[in-house]
């Protein structure tokens, strides 16, 4: 299955003032280090727990039968908000002939119909919501990840220096 990003998101899930408050600085003269932090800590959280945040329009593709077990094809990168489209070899499949399911913390598209002409190709919203909508523990990993990258940003520069 290939899965690809048709619209990111527009937002993070914590603010510049959330950032420096837990950083524990006054000052903005790290504001540019601390914006492009925020967003690559949201980024290794989302990788690393196989979830999407901030909300953001995905698409999945399916390309052989072996993906899809019982007319169910899981949808990744989720919590899925809704499914937009579905299309198959044979072009749009019927939004009648589909239901989003959820098992777990896993979703899929389930087909209600007859089998399907691959690739499948669902294109569908993923994520948390907005800002206020994400889960707090997950914040709060981003929040302390940030603190340790701002806390050790200049690890490499403190080395011992090589022997001649």
């Known amino acids: 299955m290939k899965t690809v990003t048709i619209v990111a998101p527009i937002t993070e899930p914590i603010t510049y003032a959330q950032a420096k408050s837990q950083i524990r600085i006054s000052h903005d003269g790290e504001r540019q280090w601390i914006t492009d932090n925020i ?11 196989g979830l999407s945040i901030i909300t ?3 698409q999945a593709t399916a390309y052989a039968g072996h993906e899809m077990h019982r007319g169910l094809i899981r949808l990744p990168r989720g919590p899925v908000q809704s499914i937009t489209s579905a299309t198959d070899a044979n072009g749009t499949i019927p939004s009648t002939s589909y239901t989003l399911e ?11 119909t007859s089998n399907p002409t691959y690739p499948i190709t669902i294109t569908y919203s993923a994520g948390y919501g907005s800002q206020s909508d994400v889960p707090a523990d997950l914040r709060q990993i981003m929040l302390g990840h940030l603190a340790f990258l701002y806390d050790n940003r200049n690890a490499s520069s403190d080395a011992a220096p090589a022997l001649d």
């Open 56 to 58: 953001r329009t995905l």
């Open 102 to 112: 959820r098992f777990g913390l896993t979703d899929y598209w389930k087909l209600l």
């Open 39 to 49: 967003q690559s800590v949201r980024a290794t959280c989302e990788k690393e727990s």
